[in-house]
């Protein structure tokens, strides 16, 4: 299928894609992944199937980066549109490489809190925006996805390392 074959190609490649109107057209056009089509079935013909193309998703995002810290968080956003219209049985598998995407962003504007006198009012919508993707894996009942990512997330923010 073209639309896992261009994940993995983004994947294999490294190729980062870092504007959030990129982002926007690139998955878009893997949108045969990221959501339910008309088309399809409610439940996937093969569930060991759709749970390599969802875990391919979370690793996708890995690649939709920008080293510019604003920019990146309108990334982030533009990913959230797509993953959350994705559907409930999906969050599972692709919101938390969301959340840890906007950890690290926590972590870049904190070491930058020299340079941007608003880097606490970013922090404080970061952290605002991760907790709208755990409360939509606790709607969805994914809830100790979510609870699994805040050890490793607090690890990551700690400003000591």
């Known amino acids: 299928e073209l639309c896992v074959y261009l994940a993995e190609h983004v994947i ?64 982030l956003n533009t990913c959230k549109k797509h993953l959350i219209a ?5 969050m599972q598998y692709t919101l938390p490489s969301l959340v840890f995407r906007a950890m690290e962003l926590c972590r870049v504007y904190h070491d930058l809190k020299e340079e941007d006198e608003k880097w606490e009012k970013k922090v404080c919508k970061i952290l605002q925006y991760i907790n709208s993707l755990l409360a939509a894996l606790v709607k969805a009942e994914y809830w100790g996805t979510g609870v699994k990512a805040l050890p490793t997330g607090s690890t990551l923010l700690r400003s000591d390392g």
Do not use: N
């Not at 878009?28 to 969802?54: G, K």
């Not at 994705?86 to 999906?90: D, H, P």
């Open 86 to 90: 994705g559907g409930m049985k999906r």
């Open 12 to 75: 294999l490649t490294q190729t980062c894609i870092d504007s959030h109107d990129q982002v926007d057209m690139f998955l878009t056009m893997i949108s045969c992944l990221v959501a339910d089509q008309p088309d399809q079935p409610s439940e996937p013909e093969d569930p060991e199937d759709f749970e390599i193309q969802q875990s391919l998703v979370g690793r996708v995002v890995h690649q939709l980066s920008s080293t510019v810290p604003d920019q990146q968080f309108l990334i």
